[in-house]
């Protein structure tokens, strides 16, 4: 099977980049240098210019210079990021080809007995006939989001080899640590130097993403007081109760299991403590500016109703915002960014999906940045897991649309 993009991307899975959610380094794993100091090198000998690998903080720039003669004065860029999710191993990923895919069950383990169930995950019957790369059921795959870096890296390998595919100056940036939502906490957008980009990070073929969750961490240490059972009363404060409390005081329909669309929630990531010391770790999330901040104030109501009850300090929050939704950060361009790409999909064949992200992106901080940033479509699913797979056509469909996109001209929108 003779497949470009197939081939980096199998390339790319078995560098072992998953980031450290624990670690207080940037990047927060070495091991992500790894692939970008490869795809630096693939980059410098494919013909990129202004190839520029970060050694401190990980990141991969470079340029695909214009040969339209300046009739486009915009800088496209596009973005992919080299980390796996923490949420499961991506060491020794072992992936597996299934050609011409019967419809079928997919036993991705026999030996573990790990099956991909067309009734746990319906959409894959929309794949019959073609060829899915799925992991072998002990790693993740890493679709997410090594699909995009090899889709972007088999664009500008046509590009830079094909002269009569007209198009502006286009940048490339690969980054760490967007998993663990630091992605672009160190990035050069002078080195980068693009007018607008496209991260390409989203999920089914057609994904056009623009509307993001705004995002809050909440983090509620509880102290209590712990008393020898027997002459307890009146004395002890159970943090761990107060901290269950504490849960129950808040929305029990605002759950991430409850939800879906543009519906916000309050999510419990962790909870852990005894008798003395608790703490319980949410996310906060909603596409509405105005509800985000509702919920940020009710979490702190619900803290000061239970320091009133148990005294002042027994529960200490601890809340900082993440980012924001990008929405009002891309309406200005909009037509060079939205429209441009529905057109592209349209006239590909792929029908376009527009939809909000139910979770956050790097496009969404760098969009508040001052790089308008929206998100598209690698052909992956279950991202972060087991069940992960991809689509080979369709990661051939997304190559298409950003080569189509690079030809765009973004002049007199």
Do not use: W
């Given at each position: ?195 607008f980009a496209y991260t390409v990070d989203g999920g089914i073929l057609g994904e056009l993403e623009y509307e993001n969750f705004n995002a809050a961490s909440a983090v509620c240490r509880i102290r209590g007081v712990n008393v020898h059972p027997g002459e307890a009363k009146n004395k002890m404060k159970n943090a761990s109760l107060i901290g269950m409390e504490l849960e129950a005081l808040l929305p029990q329909n605002e759950k991430p299991q409850f939800t879906s669309g543009y519906e916000g929630f309050f999510h419990l990531t962790s909870i852990k403590g005894d008798e003395e010391n ?136």
């Amino acid at each position: 099977m003779q497949s470009k993009v197939l081939e980096k991307f199998l390339r790319y899975i078995k560098i072992d980049t998953e980031a450290d959610e624990n670690s207080q380094s940037f990047p927060s794993s070495e091991k992500q240098k790894d692939l970008g100091r490869l795809l630096s090198k693939e980059l410098s000998e494919m013909g990129a210019s202004e190839v520029f690998f970060d050694e401190e903080y990980g990141y991969v720039y470079a340029k695909i210079p214009a040969n339209d003669g300046g009739k486009n004065k915009k800088v496209l860029g596009f973005i992919s990021h080299m980390d796996t999710a923490p949420s499961f191993t991506g060491k020794n990923v072992n992936p597996r080809i299934i050609e011409n895919y019967d419809g079928n069950d997919i036993i991705l383990n026999e030996k573990e007995n790990i099956i991909l169930s067309t009734k746990k995950f319906p959409e894959v019957l929309n794949y019959v006939g073609k060829t899915l790369i799925t992991t072998d059921g002990t790693t993740l795959l890493g679709a997410d989001d090594k699909a995009g870096i090899a889709e972007i890296m088999t664009m500008a390998e046509i590009l830079l080899n094909s002269p009569e595919i007209q198009h502006g100056t286009i940048a490339i940036c690969f980054t760490p640590d967007e998993e663990v939502g630091a992605g672009v906490d160190h990035i050069d957008l002078k080195r980068l130097d693009a007018d607008f980009a496209y991260t390409v990070d989203g999920g089914i073929l057609g994904e056009l993403e623009y509307e993001n969750f705004n995002a809050a961490s909440a983090v509620c240490r509880i102290r209590g007081v712990n008393v020898h059972p027997g002459e307890a009363k009146n004395k002890m404060k159970n943090a761990s109760l107060i901290g269950m409390e504490l849960e129950a005081l808040l929305p029990q329909n605002e759950k991430p299991q409850f939800t879906s669309g543009y519906e916000g929630f309050f999510h419990l990531t962790s909870i852990k403590g005894d008798e003395e010391n608790a703490r319980l770790d949410y996310i906060i999330r909603d596409h509405s500016k105005e509800k985000f901040e509702e919920k940020k104030l009710l979490i702190s109501k619900c803290v000061e109703f239970l320091n009133a009850k148990y005294g002042q300090n027994t529960v200490v929050l601890a809340m900082k915002d993440s980012y924001y939704n990008m929405k009002e950060k891309i309406e200005p361009d909009f037509y060079f960014l939205i429209e441009e790409a529905k057109k592209a999909m349209e006239e590909l064949g792929i029908q376009p999906r527009i939809q909000p992200i139910r979770g956050g992106t790097d496009g969404a901080r760098l969009s508040y940045m001052g790089l308008p940033c929206p998100n598209l479509c690698t052909g992956g699913h279950n991202f972060h897991g087991r069940y992960e797979y991809i689509c080979l056509e369709s990661m051939e469909a997304v190559v298409g649309l950003l080569l189509k996109l690079a030809s765009v001209s973004f002049e007199n929108k």
